[in-house]
C-alpha cells in the first residue's frame, strides 16, 4: 500500500534557521516589519471529516485545531502521522504536512521523522486497533526507546471502520461480528502497557471532556520524550454509550488523578491504572529519562570528533578505504 502524504502550502512560509539536529524547535522569524498571526481552524482545516455524526474523533480534531492555534505553531513546525482505522484519517482533515501511513506503522515512520528532524513538533493518531493489534509491538519500541514524540490514541473499544469487530481493548462480553456469543479474550489496558513498555509520559482522557483533552495534549506535547495519551473516543455507530460511565451528562463520573498523586511513582501509576472502568483520568506518569533524539544525537557527534572537520563524502570515503 503506498502511503498518502499531505503537504502544506508553502506561499506564507517565512525564511526559517536550519533545523537543530540536536533538538529544540523553530523559533518563528518573521519578515521584516510583519507579524506573523496565529493560525485559525478555517486556515489549518482541510477536507470535511468523514466520520459518523458523534463520532468522537470529531471532539480530538476539533482540540488539535484549538491546540495548534493556542500554542502558535505553524505548518512548517508541526507534522501529523497516523495508521489505519477511523482515527487515522486524521491527516486528510489538517492541512498542514502529514502521513497516512500503513496499517499498524504509524510509529516507526514518525520515529524517523523525529530522529532525523527533531525541531518538529511530531503528532501520531491512531486507534486501538492500530496501537495495540497490529502495531501493538512498534508502541512497546517506541515507547521504551523514548522517541520524543506526541501519540493520542483514541480508544472506542471497537473495530468502528470495518463494522463491528472486536478489537484489543474490547471488555469481556461484548458481542460483535466476529464475537457473535461475546468476548473472552481478556482486553488489553492501554495504561499500564504504556507504563510496562517504558513510555515516560502516559495520561488518560476522554472526548466528552474537552477542556481536559486540550489539557493532556498540551501536557504530552511539552514532555521531552513519548508522550502517550489514550482518549476514549465512542464509536456511536457499533458500540454507542461504551463511556457513558464516564459522562456526567449521562449519569457517569469523570474522576481525575488525585492531586497528591506522584507522577514520578511507577507503582502509583500502576494502581491509578489497575481501577475498574471508568477509572481515573489525567496524567498518570511522568519520568525525565533521556530520549532516544538525544541519545542519538551524542553518538553522532562523538563519532563526528573522532575524524576532525571531515565532510561526509570524505568520512564515507575513508570507510571505504579501510575496506579495501
Known amino acids: 500500500m503506498t502511503p498518502i502524504v499531505t503537504e502544506a502550502p508553502t ?16 523559533t518563528v522569524v518573521n519578515r521584516p516589519g510583519e507579524e506573523r498571526k496565529a493560525l485559525t481552524k478555517k486556515e489549518i482545516a482541510a477536507d470535511h471529516p468523514t466520520w459518523c455524526p458523534g463520532c468522537g474523533d470529531f471532539s480530538v480534531l476539533a482540540l488539535y485545531f484549538k491546540l495548534i492555534e493556542k500554542r502558535r505553531l505553524f505548518q512548517e513546525q508541526f507534522v501529523s502521522i497516523a495508521g489505519i482505522g477511523c482515527s487515522s484519517r486524521f491527516p486528510y482533515f489538517v492541512q498542514a504536512h ?14 524517523g521523522i523525529s530522529l532525523t528532524r ?4 511530531v503528532f501520531v493518531f491512531g486507534g486501538d486497533g492500530d496501537a495495540f493489534s497490529i502495531g501493538g509491538n512498534h508502541f512497546t519500541h517506541a515507547a521504551r526507546k523514548n522517541v520524543k514524540l506526541t501519540y493520542v ?44 513498555a517504558g513510555a515516560t509520559f502516559v495520561a488518560r482522557t476522554t472526548h466528552s ?12 506535547m511539552d514532555h521531552d520524550g513519548f508522550g502517550f495519551i489514550e482518549c476514549l473516543s465512542e464509536c ?6 461504551a463511556f457513558d460511565a464516564s459522562n456526567p451528562r449521562k449519569g457517569g463520573q469523570f474522576v481525575e488523578v488525585p492531586k497528591d498523586h506522584n507522577v ?16 481515573y483520568f489525567g496524567v498518570f506518569y511522568k519520568n525525565g529519562r533521556p530520549t532516544k533524539n538525544a541519545n542519538e544525537a ?14 561526509d563524502w570524505e568520512i564515507l570515503k575513508k570507510s571505504f578505504d579501510r575496506m579495501k
Open 11 to 26: 506561499t506564507q512560509a517565512p525564511t526559517l534557521p536550519a533545523p537543530s539536529r540536536t533538538g529544540g524547535t523553530f
Open 98 to 111: 502529514g502521513v497516512h501511513y500503513i496499517h499498524g506503522r504509524a510509529l516507526p515512520f514518525a520515529t
Open 118 to 121: 527533531p525541531d518538529l513538533h
Open 153 to 196: 490514541v483514541m480508544d472506542n473499544f471497537v473495530y468502528g471502520l470495518t463494522k463491528k469487530q472486536t478489537s484489543p481493548t474490547s471488555p469481556l462480553g461484548f458481542k460483535s461480528k466476529t464475537d457473535m456469543w461475546g468476548a473472552m479474550d481478556q482486553p488489553i489496558n492501554p495504561m499500564k502497557q504504556a507504563l510496562a
Open 298 to 311: 551524542k553518538i553522532i557527534a562523538d563519532q563526528r570528533a573522532k575524524v576532525g572537520g571531515l565532510k
Open 264 to 279: 514520578a511513582d511507577e507503582i502509583a501509576a500502576y494502581r491509578l491504572a489497575d481501577q475498574p472502568f471508568p477509572g
Open 236 to 241: 456511536v455507530e457499533f458500540y454507542e454509550g
Open 209 to 220: 471532556n474537552p477542556n481536559h483533552v486540550l489539557a493532556m495534549m498540551e501536557a504530552a
